[in-house]
């Protein structure tokens, strides 16, 4: 079976843009959260849908917003880009939102903002 | 409102000698508690997860971690590392009430050398 799988791997944009970053998640799974890495530093939780409902938003300003489709499959968008938003975007899922279901992560998606 | 702190940001060791990665949170509920590894330019991979029972939790690769109450501590144990064991490895909390939002410490840079 396929991983967490998402898209696009590398991009760059330019600030003031915006920006659709993607994830589909294992198949059979309904829990998708979306976390920010910066260069040397740990990911940071930016949100987690489950079963197409926010479960839980970080801190993160409301440039920041995102969504889950029927399929569980998701979309982080980025609006009004800046240049502290250069990161690595992971995506993780996990079977539902109960505890003791295994959380796997995706490979992210490069974002740099130039 | 929970943290999680890793005491060092880069520990070099020799190939086949022992490895302690240390970790200590802390929390006013009780939390899960998770190793996860990041290989260069890859995604976050989970070594091992304490929910509950046994303190002592064996993961993949032949990693271990002790999870200890009245220390607020985790740390991640090996016996005799490899080259490939090379790689940042993270610590991370999750309350027992929002499975799915992991709380990352800074990580460790672990540089295995022949």
């Known amino acids: 079976d396929a991983g967490v799988t998402q898209s696009p791997t590398h991009l760059i944009k330019t600030r003031g843009q915006h920006v659709t970053l993607r994830c589909s998640p294992i198949?059979?799974?309904?829990?998708v959260s979306w976390y920010q890495q910066v260069l040397g530093q740990g990911p940071q939780f930016i949100f987690q849908y489950y079963e197409k409902e926010e479960r839980g938003r970080g801190n993160f300003p409301d440039r920041f917003s995102a969504r889950q489709f029927p399929n569980y499959s998701s979309e982080l968008n980025v609006n009004a880009l800046l240049l502290g938003d250069s990161a690595l975007y992971l995506c993780?899922?996990?079977?539902?939102?109960?505890?003791?279901?295994?959380?796997?992560f995706g490979e992210g998606s490069w974002l740099t903002v130039v | 409102a929970q943290s999680v702190t890793q005491l060092d940001s880069q520990v070099p060791v020799f190939e086949e000698a022992p490895v302690e990665l240390r970790c200590n949170y802390s929390s006013s509920v009780s939390v899960y508690l998770f190793w996860y590894v990041q290989y260069p330019n890859q995604g976050l991979q989970l070594l091992l997860k304490?929910?509950?029972?046994?303190?002592l939790v064996k993961g993949i690769n032949g990693f271990e971690a002790e999870f200890n109450k009245s220390q607020t501590s985790f740390h991640l144990r090996k016996p005799s590392v490899h080259i490939s064991d090379t790689a940042e490895y993270f610590c991370?909390?999750?309350?027992?009430?929002?499975?799915?939002?992991?709380?990352f410490g800074a990580g460790t840079q672990v540089v295995v050398t022949p």
């Open positions: 993780a899922s996990s079977l539902t939102d109960s505890s003791g279901n295994t959380i796997y």
């Open positions: 991370a909390v999750s309350e027992r009430e929002s499975w799915g939002k992991l709380q």
């Open positions: 304490y929910l509950s029972g046994s303190t």
């Open positions: 198949s059979g799974h309904k829990s």
